[in-house]
Each structure stands twice: as structure tokens, then as C-alpha cells.
């Protein structure tokens, strides 16, 4: 009898932790590393976030609380939902979780039966479909090539629907190409979606507020009110206001659903950090100024990198609105062969070949779904940032590409 269960068989550990720890070992063995495979804002926590920390560690806030999330917590989110994306929740319809992650985990544990379907536009978040397989749903990947600005075409979610399919996971502005839906575009998809009243919508709003160019965000509840009722609207403090650490995320939706997610939460870790609950309330409630200051700061960088990776040979660089990736095509490096004679195959062997000849750390597309490509995290200085761009390029420059051996 194997000692591991079967579910494990189905998940693959993640590719992004992978990158960075290939490219940490490098690093201590002496070679100059810059990297940019990290899914986090380089900027430290607001100082009122931390205070407000401290104050709940030094008021005795240091013991279980509700397992779902303080009142004060729901008050703060529930106050968010409404002034930002005019929605309305009561607290029995807000669920608190460890990170966004345990809530999205939450979900799909507390719906998923064998066979069911959940769509996922492709390329994807890595934990997306792991998740799914290990609550043992199907994932259906559609694949959101760079010629429509990796996002989901209405027809292609009309196509893909079942009688199966549970659930449509969209993720605007996304993880890993930045791409965010206009309201027209997220109006196409919603249209489809209140044509198929079996169908259920997880939306993963994480990267909400790093929008650019006077981007607005929209998320499918806020435009579409008759899906209210089957909708999941997940979020977290962990990117905005730069709190990866401290693992908050939150999501409001219909009271069943949201019961169903905290008995799974109640028998797997209870109440997430009663000090970063109130560090979160802070979050919520406190000045929001810093976020338009950092966001000014990812566009100066975003452009810088997009113009660079775009003057690089063989490859091409799409300018998403928000988040604080870019995912470039790599299309034009394969076949191409590198100085020491290996031959180019595939977006694996392009950030290998990167971070072997030039120490740089990036993610490569198939752990997203969607090749060839490879995520760029820009969530680094500016310096950095150009230091890095120029040993891209120099790398792509000293390969021989296929035309070239062709001719
Ligand atoms: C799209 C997306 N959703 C959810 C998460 C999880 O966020 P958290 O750190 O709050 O668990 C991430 C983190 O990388 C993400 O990129």
C-alpha cells in the first residue's frame, strides 16, 4: 500500500517556488542573480498597518477569534465592497481566510465533486488547476493567446460550458500577463454567463487596485447584479497593501456558500492571524494614499521593461494594465541555438538558458498554462530593472536564431 494518498499524484508543487529556488542556490554559490520571478511588491508594509499590529499584540488581540474573521474585520470589508465596487454584503456573507489562497482552496473544497468542471482561462495562476485536481474537480483550460490580450473571448466561454461545469474563475487584472477586462470586455463574459444559470462565477479581484493608465476596474457581481447570487468576489489585502506576509484574504458571496467555506476552514486551521485580521482592518479603513504613490511607480517601471524586452531579439512584449507582471512571447527563440550549441526547444529551455548565462530568474509559460512566453515580476527597482533588461537582451542577442541557421 503507497504511504502518499492518491490526490498528490494529481498536483504538481509550484513552479514559481521552483525558479526561485534554483536561482537562491545560484546566488549562494557566488553568481550575480537578479531575480524576477517573485509574485510580491517590493515595497514594506505602511507603517499605520504595522502600528496598528502592534497595538492588537499589545491589547492582548493574541487568541483565537471567529473562524471566519472578526466583526470588525467583516465591518471593514463589507465597507470596502460597498465604496469601491458597490456591493452589498452582510456578514454572514463575508468569509476571512488565510491569504487569498485558502479562500479560493476553501471554495473549491467546499463545491468540488468528481467530474466537475471549473473553467480556467489559460494561461492561469499556477495554484488554480493544483487546487481544483486536489478537490478533485476537472479543470478546462482556455487558452487566451496574446493576439486578444490573454483575456477570454465570450464565444470561447460559450464553447467550453457543460453540464458539468461548476464554476468560471476569472482573475483581472491577472496573474501572470497583467491583462485586466474593460467593462465592455467583462460585459460579453457575464452576458454568456447569465445565459447558463448552473454556472457559478469564483472572481479573483487580488490585484484590484494596480491598475494603470486610468484604468478603471470592474469585477462581474458590480456589472452583472443578476449574478449577485452565484458569485464569489475574492480578495486580499496581500498585494495593494503590500501584507504578502501576513496572509489575509477575504471573499463576499451568498450565505450558504460562505458557510459551507468556513466548516472547511473550521476543520483545517481555524481564524486566520487574529494580529493580521487587525492589521487588515487598518489596511481597509486607513489612508489609502501610498497605493496611487506605488502604482505610479510599477507604470515607470512596467514601461521601462516592456520597452526593453521589446528591443531584445526574438521577443515581444505585450503592455498590460495592471498587476506587476509582464509575459512576453518568446515565440521568435525557438529553434534558435545558444553559444555553447544547445538548441532552444521550448519557454523552460529559454529562462534556463537565461538564468544559466545571465542570472536571471524569470517563469517560464507552461507553469501558466500558455507557451511560449515567460513572466517577468517587475516588482523591483528601477536599476534593477534595467540591469536586468540588458542582460536579457545581451542573452537573446548571442543566440543564433533559426532563420539565421536556416539562411
Ligand atoms: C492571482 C492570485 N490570486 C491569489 C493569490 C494568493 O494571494 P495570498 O497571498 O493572499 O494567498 C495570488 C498570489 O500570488 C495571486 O497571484
Redesign the pocket.
Known sequence: MPFLADRLSRVKPSATIAISAKAAALKAAGKSVIALSF?EPDFDTPDNIKEAAIRAIKAGDTKYTAVDGTPKLKEAIIAKFKRENGLTYSAKQITVGT????V?FNAFMATLSAGDEVIIPAPY?VSYPEMVLLAEGTPVCIPCPQETGFKLRAADLEQAITPKTKWVLL?SPS?PTGAAYTHAELKAITDVLVRHPHVWVLT?D??EHLVYDDFKFVTPAQIEPSLYDRTLTMN?V?KAYCM?GW?I?YAGGPEQLIKAMGDVQSQSTSNPSSIGQAAAVEALNGPQDFIPRNNAEFKTRRDLVVKMLNQAQGLSCHTPEGAFYVYPSCAGLIGATTPSGAVIKNDEDVINYLLDSQGIAVVHGAAFGLSPHFRVSYAASTELLEQACTRIQKACAELTLKEAIAA
Request: no cysteine.
Open positions: 509574485g491569504g487569498g489562497k485558502q479560493l495562476w482573475n496573474n479573483d487580488m490585484y486580499g496581500s504578502t496572509r484574504g
